[in-house]
């Protein structure tokens, strides 16, 4: 296992329809982030598991964005009827519990709307 | 929200010199992490401070941490162009579970 894997890396998509990313942790870790980075801007917060479990939510997430984490292993986050300003990069981490251990990144989905 | 600021917004300088970049935060802390993020990739972590510890060595990375001022600051020694990227802190508040990015520092290492 070498790390973060996300897929795919890059998503042109036409507004109005859906898409899907899927984010594979580093095998041992059992908590796993979804994060949306903008340009010139930080990774911003969207969701985290716990195992299987959707634990928080960030309260800019939108209700045509659902995450998914089935049997505590990889995760899914699909965004329904996209909009321009759906464009971004999606970012997954992965991390150990407890805390105090690194969280590990993928190389991130970016995704253009047009 | 993000909690993290990182100063300067942006920094060039000269192979070879030391860059110095720094992040100040609002709220308590359980650990700091530094990330660097080349044009257009993922971030790759660089090192984790612990809020029980003031300063932290790996390689050419010096991190120190001081949680009365709520800052830290992540030194490059002898920068390469190789280290031309942007740099996040990243903060864990002890209230939460995840953890808030700055808006990064972009570092220029020129040849």
């Known amino acids: 296992d070498t790390g973060v894997s996300q897929n795919p890396r890059h998503k042109i998509t036409k507004r109005g329809q859906n898409v899907t990313f899927r984010c594979d942790p580093i095998?041992?870790?059992?908590?796993l982030y979804w994060y949306r980075q903008t340009l010139g801007q930080g990774p911003e917060f969207l969701t985290y598991?716990?195992?299987?479990?959707?634990?928080?939510k960030s309260r800019l997430l939108s209700d045509r964005f659902s995450a998914e984490r089935p049997k505590g292993s990889f995760s899914t986050l699909e965004i329904q009827r996209t909009e321009q300003g759906d464009s971004a990069m999606y970012l997954c981490?992965?991390?150990?519990?407890?805390?105090?251990?690194?969280?590990?990144f993928g190389q991130g989905t970016r995704l253009t709307v047009v | 929200s993000q909690q993290g600021e990182e100063d300067p917004q942006a920094l060039s300088i000269q192979e070879g010199e030391n860059a110095t970049m720094n992040c100040s935060y609002k709220?308590?802390?359980?650990?700091l992490q530094w990330y660097r993020q080349n044009s257009g990739r993922g971030l790759v972590h660089l090192i984790l401070?612990?809020?029980?510890?003031r300063e932290k060595h790996s390689g050419r990375l010096r991190v120190t941490l001081d949680t009365s001022k709520k800052s830290s600051s992540l030194l490059i020694t002898a920068s390469r162009a190789a280290d031309t990227a942007s740099y996040f802190c990243?903060?864990?508040?002890?209230?939460?579970?995840?953890?808030?990015f700055g808006t990064g520092t972009s570092l220029t290492v020129i040849p």
């Open positions: 981490a992965s991390s150990l519990m407890p805390m105090n251990t690194e969280a590990f």
């Open positions: 709220t308590s802390i359980n650990n």
């Open positions: 990243a903060t864990d508040p002890n209230t939460g579970n995840q953890f808030y």
């Open positions: 401070i612990r809020s029980n510890e």
């Open positions: 095998s041992e870790h059992n908590r």
């Open positions: 598991f716990q195992n299987e479990a959707q634990l928080e």
